[in-house]
């Protein structure tokens, strides 16, 4: 590090201040027990925290911190932590996705405002992730994201059960009789026994992968379980690696590129990801300037399989995943298909092919993400090839990941998840059968009289980014409760919320235009035939256009649900589903320029 290096540091506008205004500042610090001698001018590094009680999947890391700070001390930086607000959607109403782009901004703001060089982002639950991008991209800082792994698996009555998806499940099983009110109460402690985030392959699990596809979380470390040692290790050494960075002006702009998300797509399309990761892509991608579009998560995955055996598409779980070689072997399999930019650079410095070229799809991926070394063995009983398949012989085929449909029902697009669909329900026309919300619908679920079928498309409207607001996980609506006793597995369901990523089922989800906003969806009366076709992308209302201006022409907006708060301010600047829900005025990169000094 040369004096010139210490000199320029953005940190040293406060604590190399001479005089008065560099007092203030240092002096202040060192109440903490803070040295004179950290303010030489070395790299101040934030740890931002979202750690949270009210969060339970990121309850732990402050712990995770601790790591992080080890590794920033030794590599001669001062690490200083600071806590952000956590959206955690396990206990936030009415959706942590309302508060995402509030984190984003306090994140951002946090970072700008303060004497840091680099900043090392700390999330877990699924909103805390892309939030913290959204914010770092924006300052363009180095940043490195370190995520707080997923929860071990669950365990009932001797089988496996994941987190979410087996809500659902039990849900259904209740409903059936097959499951008694104090099976399912025991059940529910079997389902999360560590800390963690969701360890089935729902948004949680879904965008530490996609941080650690965009070079943005060191390599190997987005399926560590929470609780493993190698978790803290990760963590230690993204601490080590974010001087580094600051050292080498490695920032978001240069990793967050075009070629980036494009890897980020196909990866969620093998690893059989979350819809929700098509939204947070394209909000992430807007706030460095990158051109992401929906229509990109179609065209950039049909040659794309689904390599990756987890709930809720399939029967393993993240703690499998992991042992079975976790990211890095679905990427190397990825890379001898020439399906990756391999020459993009990540946060360690090196390119997607080096970090991934070799990784081995086995037993356990040891120390790789870490050092890059030959893993260790022996962590587990699965074999590797049950949870991360070939391409040449895939889980599922190409072809079967998230679709993006248009039509006169959708004509800003939709979309829907291949492989946690029915295949028969992929080509479908049905009578509509319409709820203003989710609420009227669950009134009427359990009505053993309600006049709903097999065939009925049941559409769900006003759950949107504006209409809600906040876009809810309330598409995969549970089956009518008369439907599932008679053995009714699945429904086509069309909504313009969205779905959890630990759910299944055919969903079509982030109808756009909104109805709240006088989307088509809007238009929907009950028994209008719908008619869904995933293989040629399409969903649309078999109505004429004469009877639809009809119906617009007689449509009333709904009335503003707030008028004050932040509610309001989110209604009002909310982009719609197909452009990633993020505020319009966030979007872009405002840089890091050192504020003002009031002193």
Same mark, same amino acid.
């Given at each position: 590090?040369?004096?010139?290096?210490?000199?320029?540091?953005?940190?040293?506008?406060?604590?190399?201040?001479?005089?008065?205004?560099?007092?203030?500042?240092?002096?202040?610090?060192?109440?903490?027990?803070?040295?004179?001698?950290?303010?030489?001018?070395?790299?101040?590094?934030?740890?931002?925290?979202?750690?949270?009680?009210?969060?339970?999947?990121?309850?732990?890391?402050?712990?995770?911190? /601790?790591?992080? =700070?080890? %590794?920033?001390?030794?590599?001669?930086?001062?690490?200083? $932590?600071?806590?952000? @607000? *956590?959206?955690? !959607?396990?206990?936030?109403?009415?959706?942590?996705?309302?508060?995402?782009?509030?984190?984003?901004?306090?994140?951002?703001?946090?970072?700008?405002?303060?004497?840091?060089?680099?900043?090392?982002?700390?999330?877990?639950?699924?909103?805390?992730?892309?939030?913290?991008?959204?914010?770092?991209?924006?300052?363009?800082?180095?940043?490195?994201?370190?995520?707080?792994?997923?929860?071990?698996?669950?365990?009932?009555?001797?089988?496996?059960?994941?987190?979410?998806?087996?809500?659902?499940?039990?849900? /259904?099983?209740? =409903?059936? %009789?097959?499951?008694?009110?104090?099976?399912?109460?025991? $059940?529910?402690?079997? @389902? *999360?026994?560590? !800390?963690?985030?969701?360890?089935?392959?729902?948004?949680?699990?879904?965008?530490?992968?996609?941080?650690?596809?965009?070079?943005?979380?060191?390599?190997?470390?987005?399926?560590?379980?929470?609780?493993?040692?190698?978790?803290?290790?990760?963590?230690?050494?993204?601490?080590?690696?974010?001087?580094?960075?600051?050292?080498?002006?490695?920032?978001?702009?240069?990793?967050?590129?075009?070629?980036?998300?494009?890897?980020?797509?196909?990866?969620?399309?093998?690893?059989?990801?979350?819809?929700?990761?098509?939204?947070?892509?394209?909000?992430?991608?807007?706030?460095?300037?990158?051109?992401?579009?929906?229509?990109?998560?179609?065209?950039?995955?049909?040659?794309?399989?689904?390599?990756?055996?987890?709930?809720?598409?399939?029967?393993?779980?993240?703690?499998?995943?992991?042992?079975?070689?976790?990211?890095?072997?679905?990427?190397?399999?990825?890379?001898?298909?020439?399906?990756?930019?391999?020459?993009?650079?990540?946060?360690?410095?090196?390119?997607?092919?080096?970090?991934?070229?070799?990784?081995?799809?086995?037993?356990?991926?040891?120390?790789?993400?870490?050092?890059?070394?030959?893993?260790?063995?022996?962590?587990?009983?699965?074999?590797?090839?049950?949870?991360?398949?070939?391409?040449?012989?895939?889980?599922?085929?190409?072809?079967?990941?998230?679709?993006?449909?248009?039509?006169?029902?959708?004509?800003?697009?939709?979309?829907?998840?291949?492989?946690?669909?029915?295949?028969?329900?992929?080509?479908?026309?049905?009578?509509?059968?319409?709820?203003?919300?989710?609420?009227?619908?669950?009134?009427?679920?359990?009505?053993?009289?309600?006049?709903?079928?097999?065939?009925?498309?049941?559409?769900?409207?006003?759950?949107?980014?504006?209409?809600?607001?906040?876009?809810?996980?309330?598409?995969?609506?549970?089956?009518?409760?008369?439907?599932?006793?008679?053995?009714?597995?699945?429904?086509?369901?069309?909504?313009?919320?969205?779905?959890?990523?630990?759910?299944?089922?055919?969903?079509?989800?982030?109808?756009?235009?909104?109805?709240?906003?006088?989307?088509?969806?809007?238009?929907?009366?009950?028994?209008?035939?719908?008619?869904?076709?995933?293989?040629?992308?399409?969903?649309?209302?078999?109505?004429?256009?004469?009877?639809?201006?009809?119906?617009?022409?007689?449509?009333?907006?709904?009335?503003?649900?707030?008028?004050?708060?932040?509610?309001?301010?989110?209604?009002?600047?909310?982009?719609?589903?197909?452009?990633?829900?993020?505020?319009?005025?966030?979007?872009?990169?405002?840089?890091?320029?050192?504020?003002?000094?009031?002193?």
């Amino acid at each position: 590090m040369t004096d010139d290096q210490q000199t320029s540091r953005r940190s040293q506008a406060w604590f190399g201040a001479q005089g008065r205004s560099g007092m203030v500042y240092r002096s202040w610090m060192r109440n903490q027990g803070l040295g004179h001698e950290v303010f030489d001018g070395r790299p101040v590094i934030g740890i931002a925290t979202s750690a949270s009680e009210l969060a339970p999947c990121n309850a732990h890391l402050t712990r995770v911190a /601790e790591a992080v =700070k080890r %590794g920033v001390w030794q590599a001669g930086g001062l690490p200083l $932590a600071f806590p952000t @607000m *956590a959206t955690g !959607e396990t206990l936030m109403r009415p959706t942590a996705m309302l508060y995402r782009n509030l984190m984003a901004m306090e994140v951002e703001e946090l970072i700008r405002a303060n004497p840091l060089d680099g900043v090392v982002l700390l999330s877990g639950c699924d909103k805390t992730t892309p939030a913290m991008l959204m914010g770092a991209a924006s300052v363009d800082l180095p940043a490195v994201m370190v995520t707080g792994g997923p929860m071990l698996n669950g365990k009932y009555r001797g089988q496996d059960v994941g987190s979410g998806t087996h809500v659902w499940k039990f849900e /259904e099983d209740l =409903k059936t %009789g097959r499951m008694t009110e104090e099976e399912c109460f025991f $059940a529910e402690g079997c @389902m *999360a026994r560590s !800390e963690g985030h969701c360890m089935t392959m729902g948004t949680a699990s879904t965008m530490a992968c996609m941080a650690e596809a965009l070079g943005m979380q060191l390599p190997g470390s987005a399926a560590w379980p929470a609780v493993d040692s190698r978790r803290m290790e990760t963590a230690q050494a993204a601490g080590q690696r974010i001087v580094r960075m600051v050292e080498e002006e490695l920032r978001p702009s240069h990793i967050l590129t075009r070629e980036a998300f494009e890897n980020a797509i196909r990866v969620n399309a093998a690893i059989g990801g979350s819809t929700n990761a098509v939204i947070h892509l394209i909000a992430i991608a807007g706030r460095v300037g990158v051109e992401l579009g929906l229509q990109d998560f179609d065209d950039l995955v049909r040659a794309v399989p689904t390599l990756v055996n987890l709930m809720p598409s399939g029967r393993y779980l993240m703690e499998d995943f992991c042992y079975a070689g976790g990211l890095p072997a679905v990427m190397a399999e990825l890379l001898s298909g020439k399906l990756l930019h391999g020459e993009q650079i990540t946060v360690n410095g090196r390119t997607v092919a080096e970090n991934n070229g070799t990784a081995e799809n086995t037993r356990n991926i040891g120390n790789t993400g870490i050092t890059g070394n030959a893993g260790r063995t022996g962590d587990a009983e699965r074999v590797g090839s049950d949870v991360i398949t070939g391409l040449a012989a895939p889980f599922q085929p190409a072809g079967t990941g998230i679709a993006v449909l248009r039509g006169n029902l959708c004509p800003d697009g939709a979309v829907i998840k291949q492989s946690a669909a029915s295949p028969h329900l992929l080509t479908h026309r049905g009578p509509a059968r319409v709820f203003d919300s989710p609420e009227a619908y669950h009134e009427v679920a359990d009505d053993p009289e309600l006049d709903i079928d097999e065939n009925t498309v049941i559409v769900i409207r006003n759950a949107g980014p504006k209409g809600y607001p906040g876009m809810p996980e309330v598409s995969n609506v549970p089956l009518p409760a008369k439907l599932l006793k008679a053995g009714v597995k699945d429904m086509v369901r069309v909504c313009d919320g969205r779905m959890s990523g630990t759910g299944y089922g055919t969903v079509v989800l982030h109808v756009a235009p909104e109805a709240a906003v006088g989307g088509p969806l809007a238009l929907v009366r009950d028994g209008d035939p719908v008619v869904l076709d995933v293989p040629n992308r399409t969903l649309r209302l078999d109505v004429d256009d004469a009877e639809l201006t009809r119906r617009r022409q007689a449509w009333r907006a709904p009335a503003e649900r707030h008028t004050s708060g932040y509610a309001w301010l989110y209604a009002q600047h909310v982009q719609q589903a197909d452009q990633g829900a993020d505020f319009g005025f966030l979007r872009g990169s405002r840089g890091h320029e050192v504020p003002r000094d009031s002193h």
